[in-house]
């Protein structure tokens, strides 16, 4: 059974950091693009960030690009949002995917996980 677990999720202050987790199991972690998504109220759901855990590369959305960094340790089957400098519209649920085709920042992941609200507070 696929089983993507994001954690790390909280509440911080504008130019606060946090860093999510994605544990990931059920499949080969090798073989599937990771990708970071964010929904808030009202709102629809955004790409944030991805990365291939076959060759590491990786892809960012504008609004974060410079303040997000993603990360894999394949050895764990994690992947990581480091968000540096956050922003009051970064407050979202945030959600990690995978997918074993797909790369980049478009909804069509075949699997999802729970998400994490992360709030930043101006």
């Known amino acids: 059974e696929v089983q993507l677990v994001e954690s790390g999720g909280g509440l911080v202050q504008a130019g606060g950091s946090l860093r999510l987790s994605c544990a990931a199991s059920?499949?080969?972690?090798?073989?599937?693009?990771i990708g970071w998504f964010r929904q808030a109220p009202g709102k629809e759901r955004e790409g944030v960030s991805c990365?291939?855990?076959?060759?590491?590369?990786?892809y960012y959305a504008d609004s974060v690009k410079g303040r997000f960094t993603i990360s894999s340790d394949n050895a764990k089957n994690t992947v990581y949002l480091q968000m540096n400098s956050l922003k009051p519209e970064d407050t979202a649920v945030y959600y990690c995917?995978?997918?074993?085709?797909?790369?980049?920042?478009?909804?069509?992941?075949?699997?999802w996980g729970q998400g994490t609200q992360v709030t930043v507070s101006s």
């Open positions: 995917a995978a997918d074993p085709f797909l790369y980049g920042l478009g909804p069509g992941y075949e699997y």
């Open positions: 990365i291939t855990n076959d060759d590491g590369s990786t």
């Open positions: 059920g499949f080969t972690f090798d073989d599937y693009a």
